[in-house]
């Protein structure tokens, strides 16, 4: 049964997400490609953690590896965190469930520690607003 409470939904919602839509790193990466994908995975939904700091909690100080990950994963680190946290971001504003949770509280959610910012990074990722994007079901 699905929480009643949406914060609690919407908290569900984001577990679900990470536990069963990152990407795997595939057998045939890099080992240090593996090690990036994997702590940007774990690390994806934190607001504080840069992709320099990711990188070098898992003792990647190769500039290139930046490289290594976009020519394996198909897009840079950063764009691939913006991907993962951009994606459910774009569900949940949908939920029916959420409808009453203010942008604000999704913005936490998936990474973002002000909503401003996510507004303005969720803006350049869609082509429209939270609110557009909520409106436009």
Do not use: W
Request: aromatic share 8%.
């Amino acid at each position: 049964m699905p929480p009643r409470n949406p914060f609690d939904l919407l908290e569900a919602l984001v577990e679900a997400y990470r536990r069963n839509e990152l990407h795997c790193a595939k057998a045939d990466y890099p080992l240090d490609v593996r090690a990036l994908l994997k702590a940007l995975n774990t690390h994806c939904f934190e607001p504080r953690q840069t992709i320099g700091e990711i990188e070098r909690r898992c003792g990647l100080n190769d500039h290139n590896v930046s490289r290594r990950f976009a020519e394996h994963v198909g897009m840079s680190p950063r764009a691939y965190r913006r991907r993962r946290r951009m994606e459910p971001a774009k569900r949940l504003l949908r939920h029916e469930g959420l409808q009453t949770i203010p942008v604000a509280q999704i913005a936490p959610a998936v990474g973002y520690e002000r909503p401003d910012s996510f507004a303005r990074a969720f803006k350049r990722y869609t082509g429209r607003s939270p609110k557009q994007h909520r409106e436009a079901t």
